[in-house]
């Protein structure tokens, strides 16, 4: 895979939507019998998506922000089309995606029958990008008023080798990516759709100065946690109006074993029920608490997006998502609340994470036809290293004056 730049987008229609990525795999071989994709491999493939105009870079998502959004923002009734597209199994407890053990793919309900097309077939995925002028329409760019600049889509794209599940078992002391044919990304494509307008409104937009009430995103990612450190406090470069907050909390393992959209205690085959690595937050502006007393995490998980999200999260490898709104609709098209981080001269992210030496689980499984319960300690987030990854949706004004946008605010 390499990082590069998607040629200008040709400015003969009037108004665009950016709708999704388009990415044919190339053939999946393997000397084993199986070897499988991380999940969602569709998100996990992009590194970071951009959008710029001219030399200036006007928003910015990461593959994880895709996945995190996906959590929030597809409906119920879309979201197993969605999974499809973007080859996203649902987590099947004590699966292991080891090699001669591909069982968790026919367990996906159907959903991994389509897209982890192995042993010789290729795999293509759509991947929906939200940027701002993406989905509804009233939000289209006005690309016919964009004269004297270009408007590019910028992708970096991950390496295929992080892009495969990595496990505990010695066959991958051996080496085994060596006895894997050599694969590249075929190509991506980007669809795109065009909104026609007339003369009146094509001269309309061409002419006059506009200004542009925008999402963007903020990302702060890569925040490492230490072992043996319960309480810390993360100070978060936030600014311009903020209209919601999501966070996860990750074992640092997780990414060298490319899960990379796992947000539990526990990597792969580590026996145990995933659970909170986080117990309870805080959020400090200018050293006063938002919130009477630190939240728990399961009002951050489920009561909290449960007011106003179309989606919530479930308990899965990558369902421990925690999302605060400073807005009254997350969906809303207008403005409808935010937080205005300008303001403050400190935003602190104030976490607590589990701290128990027996935290204890159970197991079932069936043997001999009977049913048998097995105890066994459960991970201790607290003693081993995490890291901690910030997203934040907030608002820009998008001004474009003689055939050129800006940003107002920086």
Partial sequence: FVRFVVPAIPQSPD???????????????????????????????????????????????????????????????????????????????????????????????????????????????????????????????????????????????????????????????????????????????????????????????????????????????????????????????????????????????AKEFNDWFNYTNKVLDEKGTPTHIMERAQLNLNGVGRFWEPLDNRYLMYAKPYRAHRYIPGIDRNGFLYNYLFCIDPNALQHNGSMNATSFTEVVLDLTLYNVDQYMGFTEKILAGELVTEEFPRINPSKLPTVLHVFARSYNVLRIYNGCATLRYK
């Avoid at 795109?192 to 307008?197: G, I, K, M, P, Q």
């Avoid at 993360?234 to 919601?244: A, E, H, V």
Wanted: hydrophobic residues 40%.
């Fill in 15 to 253: 108004i665009i939507d950016l709708s999704e990525r388009n990415l044919p795999l190339n053939e999946f071989y393997s000397d084993y019998t199986k070897i499988c994709y991380t999940n969602s491999l569709g998100n996990a493939l992009i590194d970071e998506i951009s959008v710029e105009i001219g030399d200036q870079t006007i928003d910015r998502v990461t593959g994880m922000w895709l996945d995190i959004w996906s959590n929030y923002f597809i409906p119920e009734e879309k979201r197993s089309v969605y999974n499809t597209m973007v080859a996203k199994f649902p987590f099947v407890p004590g699966f292991a995606p080891f090699l001669n053990q591909p069982s968790y793919l026919q367990s996906a309900g159907g959903i991994g029958q389509d897209i982890f097309f192995l042993d010789g077939e290729h795999c293509e995925l759509f991947v929906p990008v939200p940027f701002w002028f993406c989905g509804e329409y009233e939000n289209a760019f006005p690309l016919i008023a964009l004269q004297g600049q270009d408007m590019r889509v910028r992708m970096k794209v991950r390496p295929f080798v992080e892009t495969m599940f990595k496990c505990f078992q010695p066959l991958f002391e051996t080496n085994i990516f060596t006895n894997v044919h050599e694969l590249h990304l075929k190509e991506a494509e980007l669809y795109v759709t065009y909104y026609h307008l007339d003369n009146d409104e094509r001269r309309q937009f061409a002419l006059n100065t506009r200004e542009y009430v925008i999402e963007d995103h903020q990302i702060m990612m890569n925040y490492n946690i230490p072992p043996e450190h319960t309480n810390i406090k993360f100070k978060l470069p936030l600014n311009r109006p903020i209209k919601d907050l999501y966070w996860v909390i990750q074992r640092s393992e």
